[in-house]
T-cell receptor, first 112, second 112 residues
């Protein structure tokens, strides 16, 4: 079974707009990570937020985490056509082995 | 550095055939993982290894075996392929004292 549920499944926006996607999970976590996957490629790590953090920024990315609601959101500001990809949240559990559990992903299309 | 590489990139098998997927990393990472990705789903962990000579089961291990004889290589074997194993397989690695996983480009396997 998958740990995370992502919402929306797909998102279509224009360049310059912001993209927001949400992730919910079920069990206790050590941290939550977001990855990007371009079509036909492997996943690339974007950002990590620890369970004791509430918000984190990296360039045009902003991640929030609400452990009481077991949810996270990823905001991409000022989207570019190059941001077109699938985005996955992944939870890292409380053991130390890095066994990530992925959501089903949000497919983002940014049109010029 | 090549990062994480996977061999082969594509493969078609008949039901009952066997094959081995090879993952190699040149980052001296201690931990390595095999995931599968099916349409509309996130990645699911098959097996993982936290060091040379060690392996452990993930979420969906049935029908697969693994070996980690050398630190840089992690092999995934299918002894008797089934159509349900049609998928894209990703290998990943990470440092023991780290969280970010580095992914290979994937192997697309079709079992007919």
């Amino acid at each position: 079974s998958q740990q995370g549920e992502e919402d929306p499944q797909a998102l279509s926006i224009q360049e310059g707009e912001n993209a927001t996607m949400n992730c919910s999970y079920k069990t206790s976590i050590n941290n939550l990570q977001w990855y990007r996957q371009n079509s036909g490629r492997g996943l690339v790590h974007l950002i990590l937020i620890r369970s004791n953090e509430r918000e984190k920024h990296s360039g045009r990315l902003r991640v929030t985490l609400d452990t009481s609601k077991k949810s996270s959101s990823l905001l991409i500001t000022a989207s570019r056509a190059a941001d077109t990809a699938s985005y996955f949240c992944a939870t890292d559990g409380t053991d130390s082995w890095g066994k990530l559990q992925f959501g089903a992903g949000t497919q983002v299309v940014v049109t010029p | 550095n090549a990062g994480v590489t996977q061999t082969p990139k594509f493969r078609v098998l008949k039901t009952g055939q066997s094959m081995t997927l090879l993952c190699a990393q040149d980052m001296n990472h201690e931990y390595m993982y095999w995931y599968r990705q099916d349409p509309g789903m996130g990645l699911r962990l098959i097996h993982y290894s936290v060091g040379e000579g060690t392996t452990a089961k993930g979420e969906v291990p049935d029908g697969y075996n693994v070996s980690r004889l050398k630190k840089q290589n992690f092999l995934l074997g299918l002894e008797s392929a089934a159509p349900s194993q049609t998928s894209v397989y990703f290998c990943a690695s990470r440092r023991r004292k780290g969280y970010e996983q580095y992914f290979g480009p994937g192997t697309r396997l079709t079992v007919t």
